[in-house]
């Protein structure tokens, strides 16, 4: 807890940049070289999809899920990456898949010992990969909001509802739901991902799958923030992707797929330090996000580079989601 109030606090006074001398590398270069942050693998092997955060590798059976540490806040990938991130996105995933092992998941494989040999032979991917399954993309993002804030917090603000859904007089930053709601949004392949009503998802997916990962959503949600609760942790809201596995004995199944439950799909805050009104402080990559604010960056242009106490407080912070969240320690 002293920990989390540390780390999950205002930042403490960041000693500035130091000065480039003569025949010493910037700090930040000095910073990458101890500590090297993947930005991209290049693996001789088919890529089936370079996303903001992952490679995804065909593997024939199976797709090969690299998370890299690449870091992106307002659909932008940013610059530089924050090192060990993937890593510990990767295992944070594994363990919330693992603690709903009731529910079906596309992990095929997690222990690097048994992958296949060529994909061992690249050492860098070790921690940050899975084998999965694969699956037809859901083209929805399904939303399960707990609390009210980001874009829920703006469309109620703006129509008293979000995603369709009437939500009583009052609520302000932060306030909690009387229920947690489902509210859905469209994948898009570029730009920024779109609220959408239930009817709409219906409209796209068919009523029968859009209530069912609807009551999916919403019964791993509640679980997890059961769970998170536990910890000293508030899961506002979160965001999951579903597939469907075309079986060819067992049909049609539906495969909860992508992330679960990391600080980049997901909103936790310290319960301690929850208050309705104002902004918690976070765990998640809220902290880039206010940063870039500060900044002045018109959000289309290059994005600028992060600073290295940025980057660092970044990183800390995901080690801490991790630790306060499975109260072990992630494998770097
Ligand atoms: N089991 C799976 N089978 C097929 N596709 C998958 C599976 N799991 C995840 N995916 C897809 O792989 C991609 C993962 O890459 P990544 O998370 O970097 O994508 P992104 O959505 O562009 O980024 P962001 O999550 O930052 O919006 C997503 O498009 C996701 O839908
Ligand atoms: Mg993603």
Redesign the pocket.
Known sequence: MDRMRRTGGESPPVQPARRQRSGHAPRQDRLLLTMPALLETSLPLPLA?R????D?YDLGES?L?VATDRI?AFDVVLSPGIPDKGKILTQMSTFWFRHFGDIEN?LLETEWESFPSEVRAHDELRGRSVI????R?VPVECVARGYLVGSGLKEYNETGKVCGIGLEAGLTTASKLRVPIFTPATKEESGHDENISFERMCAIVGDDLAAELRDLTLRIYKRAAEYAETRGIIIADTKF?F?IDEHATRGNII?W???ALTP?SSRFWPADRYAVGKNPPSFDKQFVRDWLETTGWDKASTPPELPEDVVMKTREKYIEAFRTITGDEPVL
């Open positions: 999809r996303g903001k955060v992952r995804v797709f899920f992106s596309h999965v399954r694969k699956c993309v992707e597939g495969v797929i992508d992330e980049d």
